[in-house]
Every structure is written in structure tokens, then in C-alpha cells.
């Protein structure tokens, strides 16, 4: 496989052209919810990805997002909002541990081997990881997850001190 | 008519710099650097005047008395002279700066500090809540964010004059936005994004008309048409020297003496001054009083071999090359019924570049073929977000010439471009 193929894996493509997770959050009683906008200002890529907790369990119960960006950033919001999806959900420290496996693969200059149970078909998108340009392309939607993770965490702290 | 570069000429300037003579090879091939805009290539000359001094004379200027300094600093100052003749100004008018993004804040913020306790009551640069600040909407980034800093230090307002679907304006919008309101008008020579040239004597003689100061961001002019600052009749004018063939970390601030008399100076420090005591400072008169601390000594000897490249070869004669070759550029762009071809719809007021978007594509998986192809193109929004969000995009992807550029290098990047949607599976 050359590396261009490498980088645009077939389900990488279908992602960006059939992207997964668009829309808005349902309000439901008792859940919080967090909404965070992500920009690469190189590029000008922009996305908004919204949760919805429920404080009880610490399950993240809706993941949805908006954006606009290049086949990489947006395949990548798709295949984790895909990931949600198939594994119903996840807990805040769930997702906190696939964000660490994804940043780790991305980051890996195609070095280590990705965690494909925590993973799913994000290491699709293990072939980022040689392209350094391309990084910032493909954790914009993780990013914004991680950003939602400690907003919620945030408010449920405020309500805790009240 | 002057004539464009014969293929032995342009054979014979590629020899002149090592990146072009012993070329990174991509695939077999040597990379097409389409990428100019951003930074231009150094002939061997410049890099070999920097090497000589640093090896033979490097010693600090405008300081001490010994012999080596003296030399050093009649090099410097050669340099400015070389300048000034290049751009149609006078020495005392050019200012060193670490980049046109520095030149022109060193503008907006001696404005600012003209509007404080430090300015006299009838400065030239008075600004109040009322007067206006105009910039367009085609600006880079350098060219807006300083006046929006300009605006919230002084409670002037800064407007813009609006771009069409294209991405150009004209001197007829202009009309309708300078008033007697306007103090300062900063615009862009050429459009880094669309290549779009300015109409900048009348621009400026309309300015002048009401009183406003005009402010001419020329880095994307000066390194390919002739240009002269005292011609062109604008009050400021700020270019770069990376993009003119010279070394990087210096931009140039080019200043009508009367006005660089009356601007305060926004850095300060040694060797700016005359005297100084405990508590206050007397300044030298320009261009040294805005070079406060140690100058980046080589690149200006870097720049002076870069003005002696171009002058040697002609700015005309550049000129005439590059207008065939954006022809030819645009042509292949148009004929391309998958792309979006941004600016001037043809090749004329267009000087350099051109910046396409890919219907149904995004800029960065274009760059990414392209690159696979061995042809280097910015893509992205080039340091002009307004600009592309006017023209209804996030990014586009420029290509951009010079004057080592062949036409053989602007047909792989119109190959490539087809090559990136027949990737994807689109239509071009």
C-alpha cells in the first residue's frame, strides 16, 4: 500500500463522506450536558462536539457533533462518535482511556502497535500518525471530547460545593 | 514590451540557487516548489554575502570605534541604501524590523502611544472615538489585527471595505467607505490569497483627499513588480525580506520622513537614543531611532545581495515572467471545470499567484496529493480568515511563483489537482 492509501483507508473515506454522529442533543431530566468548539487555527478546521452525562453513573449517554474540515478531521469525529455508538456509550473514565489510546497511536510516528478493544476502528487512522502535518487533523474531535470531559467534571464539582 | 525569460535563462537562475540546482527529489523527480508566497528560495549569493560577513566582518554596528565596526556598519547601512533605491525612497526612510508582521505593529503601536501622555496634542497621528480606522476584507491577518488593537487602544472604529463572491474589491468601494472620518487606510498591494493588485496611486490619492494616512502591506509586490513607495504617493509601506529572495527574521518599515519624524518610537532601548539619564531619554531621528538593541546584522547584509539579484536581473523583466506564467496557470485552472478559481477571474490585476478551491474537496487532502506528487502548494487560509469566510470557504490551496518558476512545474500542479480528484472520485 503506498502511503497516501495508507493515509486515506477506504473507511477513512467513507467516514468523511457519510460522517456518523451529526446533530443535537435529546434533553432528558437529570442528565448534564456539555458542548465544546474545536478549531486547528492552521488550517481553519472547525467542530462542535456535544455530550450529555448522567451524574449517577458517570455514563456518557448521547455523543453528537458539527464541523467542517479536511477527510481526516472529519472521518476521525465520525469513527469516534461511531465507537460511541457500538459500545453504547461510555463512562467518563472510559472515554478518558480511549482518548489517551488514540493520542498515543497518533502521536507514535507509526512506531507502536494501537489497542484496537479500546481502539475500534480508529486505528484506521494509524496511518496519520507518519504524516506530522496531519496530526492536529485527527485529534480535533478527541480534543473537544477531552475538553467536554473536564467542563462536566467542573460543574459537577460546583454542584458538590453548593 | 519587455521580454519573459528564455528556457536557458531560467535554466541559468535555477543554477544560481542550491535549492533548485540540486533539488530534493520526490518520486525521481525534483520537487516543484510552488510555494514562493510563503518563501522564496535564496540565490548563493545571498547566502554566501551572510557567510562572508559573518566569517570576515561580523562585528556589532552603530557601536564602538574600532576599525571592524566601522566596516560593519558601512555594510549595514550600504544594505539600507540598496533598499531605498530598490522601493523609490530615501535611506533615512527605511527601518529594519524582525518582519513585516513587526513593521507594521511598530506603526499601529507608535500611534498608539501618540495618542498617550507621550504624544503631543496636535500629532499627526491623533485619534479619537469618531475617527476611523479602514482596512478591507481581503487583509492577512498582519494587516488587521494590529488596527483592531489600534481601535480598542484609542476608541476609534475600524471598518472594512467588503470583498465580492471573488474575494476583490475596487476602487469604487473604496470611494464609498473613505470619508472625512477616515485617519488611516491600510490595504494590501497584492492579495496573498487572490493575487489581486490594488489600484494603489488612486487609492492613495483618494485618501489623501480627506486627510487620512495610508498604509501599504507590499510583501507580495515588491518581490514581483517594480514598485516605488514615493511614486505610489502611501505614507507607510511594510515588506519582508523571505519573500524577496533574501535571509528570514527581517521585514523592512518604509516611512515618509515627515511622518517617521513625528511617529514615537514603540520599542526602545540602546543605540536608539542620543542621551539619556536616570530619568528620561532623548531619541536619535529615524531610521535608528526605531532600532533600539542589536539588529539582525547579517540578514541585512543578506537582503542587500537579494535587491542586487533581482536589479541585476530587472523587476521588469521578472514581472513579464511571472504574467506569462500566471497566465498560463489560470488558463489550466479554468479549464478545469472542478475547480474554483478565487480573485480575478482572469490573469489580469492579478501579479504571482493563484488560489483555487476544490469543489468537494478540502484544502489540506488536495496539499496531501499534491505533496505525494512532489509539488509544494500552501494550502489552508493562508493567515486570512475573513477573507475566505467571505468567499464562503475555510481554505483553499495556492500556488505561487517566482522567478526560477518553469511552466512545466505549473502543469504538474494542474495534473495534480486532477490526479486529487480522481483520488477522491471527482469530476474535473
Known amino acids: 500500500m503506498n502511503e497516501l492509501d495508507q493515509l486515506y483507508q477506504q473507511l477513512i473515506l467513507e467516514h468523511s463522506r457519510r460522517p456518523i454522529g451529526k446533530g443535537t442533543l435529546e434533553d432528558r431530566d437529570g442528565e448534564l450536558s456539555a458542548s465544546h468548539y474545536e478549531m486547528n487555527p492552521s488550517c481553519g478546521d472547525e467542530l462542535t462536539l456535544k455530550v450529555s452525562l448522567d451524574p449517577q453513573t458517570m455514563q456518557l449517554t448521547q455523543l453528537v457533533w458539527e464541523g467542517q474540515g479536511c477527510s481526516i478531521s472529519m472521518a476521525s469525529a465520525s469513527i469516534l462518535a461511531q465507537l460511541f455508538r457500538d459500545e453504547d456509550g461510555f463512562t467518563v473514565e472510559q472515554a478518558r482511556e480511549r482518548i489517551a489510546a488514540f493520542r498515543e497511536m497518533i502521536q507514535s510516528r507509526g512506531k507502536t502497535e494501537p489497542d484496537e478493544d479500546l481502539l475500534g476502528d480508529a486505528v484506521a487512522l494509524q496511518g496519520v500518525s507518519k504524516f506530522i502535518m496531519r496530526i492536529k487533523c485527527a485529534m480535533l474531535g478527541w480534543v473537544a471530547l477531552e475538553a467536554n470531559l473536564h467542563k462536566l467534571e467542573a460543574s459537577i464539582a460546583t454542584a458538590n460545593d453548593k | 514590451m519587455v521580454k519573459p525569460f528564455s528556457s536557458s535563462e531560467i535554466k541559468s537562475f535555477r543554477s544560481d540557487f542550491p535549492f533548485f540546482a540540486d533539488p530534493t527529489l520526490v518520486g525521481g523527480r525534483p520537487l516543484a516548489y510552488l510555494d514562493s508566497g510563503a518563501t522564496s528560495q535564496r540565490p548563493k549569493t545571498v547566502l554566501d554575502a551572510e557567510r562572508f560577513f559573518l566569517e570576515k566582518q561580523n562585528s556589532a554596528v552603530h557601536r564602538g570605534a574600532s576599525i571592524a565596526t566601522g566596516n560593519a556598519t558601512s555594510s549595514f547601512e550600504a544594505s539600507r541604501e540598496a533598499v531605498a533605491k530598490f522601493v523609490g525612497a530615501e535611506a533615512s526612510e527605511i527601518v529594519w524590523t524582525a518582519g513585516a508582521t513587526d513593521a507594521l505593529n511598530l506603526i499601529a503601536q507608535g500611534i498608539a502611544e501618540a495618542n498617550t501622555s507621550l504624544g503631543s496634542s496636535n500629532s499627526l497621528f491623533k485619534l479619537e472615538p469618531g475617527d476611523e480606522i479602514l482596512v478591507t476584507e481581503a487583509e492577512h491577518h498582519a494587516n488587521l489585527v494590529p488596527w483592531q488593537r489600534l481601535a480598542l487602544k484609542t476608541g476609534a472604529s475600524l471598518r472594512w471595505i467588503p470583498v465580492?463572491?471573488?474575494?476583490?474589491?475596487?476602487?469604487?468601494?473604496?470611494?464609498?467607505?473613505?470619508?472625512?472620518?477616515?485617519?488611516?487606510?491600510?490595504?494590501?498591494?497584492?492579495?496573498?490569497?487572490?493575487?489581486?493588485?490594488?489600484?494603489?496611486?488612486?487609492?492613495?490619492?483618494?485618501?489623501?483627499?480627506?486627510?487620512?494616512?495610508?498604509?501599504?502591506?507590499?510583501?507580495?509586490?515588491?518581490?514581483?513588480?517594480?514598485?516605488?513607495?514615493?511614486?505610489?504617493?502611501?505614507?507607510?509601506?511594510?515588506?519582508?525580506?523571505?519573500?524577496?529572495?533574501?535571509?528570514?527574521?527581517?521585514?523592512?518599515?518604509?516611512?515618509?520622513?515627515?511622518?517617521?519624524?513625528?511617529?514615537?518610537?514603540?520599542?526602545?532601548?540602546?543605540?536608539?537614543?542620543?542621551?539619556?539619564?536616570?530619568?528620561?531619554?532623548?531619541?536619535?531621528?529615524?531610521?535608528?531611532?526605531?532600532?533600539?538593541?542589536?539588529?539582525?546584522?547579517?540578514?541585512?547584509?543578506?537582503?542587500?545581495?537579494?535587491?542586487?539579484?533581482?536589479?541585476?536581473?530587472?523587476?521588469?523583466?521578472?514581472?513579464?515572467?511571472?504574467?506569462?506564467?500566471?497566465?498560463?496557470?489560470?488558463?489550466?485552472?479554468?479549464?478545469?471545470?472542478?475547480?474554483?478559481?478565487?480573485?480575478?477571474?482572469?490573469?489580469?490585476?492579478?501579479?504571482?499567484?493563484?488560489?483555487?478551491?476544490?469543489?468537494?474537496?478540502?484544502?489540506?487532502?488536495?496539499?496531501?496529493?499534491?505533496?505525494?506528487?512532489?509539488?509544494?502548494?500552501?494550502?489552508?487560509?493562508?493567515?486570512?480568515?475573513?477573507?475566505?469566510?467571505?468567499?464562503?470557504?475555510?481554505?483553499?490551496?495556492?500556488?505561487?511563483?517566482?522567478?526560477?518558476?518553469?511552466?512545466?512545474?505549473?502543469?504538474?500542479?494542474?495534473?495534480?489537482?486532477?490526479?486529487?480528484?480522481?483520488?477522491?472520485?471527482?469530476?474535473?
Request: proline share 4%; glycine share 10%; net charge negative.
Open chain 2, 164 to 428: 465580492n463572491e471573488h474575494g476583490i474589491w475596487s476602487i469604487d468601494d473604496a470611494r464609498s467607505y473613505v470619508n472625512k472620518r477616515t485617519k488611516i487606510f491600510a490595504f494590501g498591494h497584492v492579495s496573498n490569497v487572490t493575487g489581486f493588485k490594488a489600484p494603489v496611486r488612486e487609492l492613495t490619492d483618494l485618501a489623501r483627499s480627506v486627510g487620512a494616512m495610508t498604509v501599504l502591506d507590499a510583501c507580495q509586490s515588491v518581490p514581483h513588480v517594480p514598485v516605488n513607495f514615493t511614486n505610489l504617493g502611501v505614507d507607510f509601506a511594510v515588506f519582508s525580506s523571505h519573500k524577496m529572495l533574501g535571509p528570514n527574521g527581517l521585514g523592512v518599515l518604509y516611512g515618509k520622513a515627515e511622518l517617521l519624524d513625528e511617529l514615537p518610537p514603540a520599542r526602545t532601548g540602546g543605540s536608539a537614543i542620543t542621551r539619556v539619564t536616570m530619568e528620561q531619554a532623548e531619541f536619535l531621528p529615524p531610521p535608528l531611532r526605531f532600532e533600539a538593541g542589536t539588529q539582525a546584522v547579517s540578514q541585512v547584509i543578506g537582503i542587500g545581495a537579494a535587491v542586487k539579484y533581482l536589479e541585476d536581473i530587472g523587476m521588469q523583466r521578472i514581472a513579464s515572467h511571472e504574467e506569462e506564467l500566471v497566465a498560463h496557470l489560470v488558463e489550466g485552472v479554468n479549464k478545469n471545470s472542478g475547480l474554483r478559481l478565487l480573485g480575478p477571474q482572469n490573469s489580469s490585476h492579478r501579479v504571482a499567484l493563484a488560489s483555487v478551491e476544490v469543489n468537494g474537496l478540502h484544502a489540506h487532502d488536495v496539499g496531501q496529493v499534491l505533496d505525494g506528487e512532489g509539488v509544494q502548494v500552501r494550502v489552508g487560509h493562508h493567515c486570512a480568515q475573513p477573507l475566505h469566510r467571505a468567499m464562503g470557504i475555510t481554505s483553499s490551496v495556492r500556488a505561487s511563483v517566482h522567478l526560477t518558476t518553469t511552466e512545466d512545474e505549473i502543469d504538474r500542479f494542474l495534473d495534480g489537482l486532477r490526479k486529487a480528484q480522481k483520488y477522491f472520485d471527482l469530476e474535473s
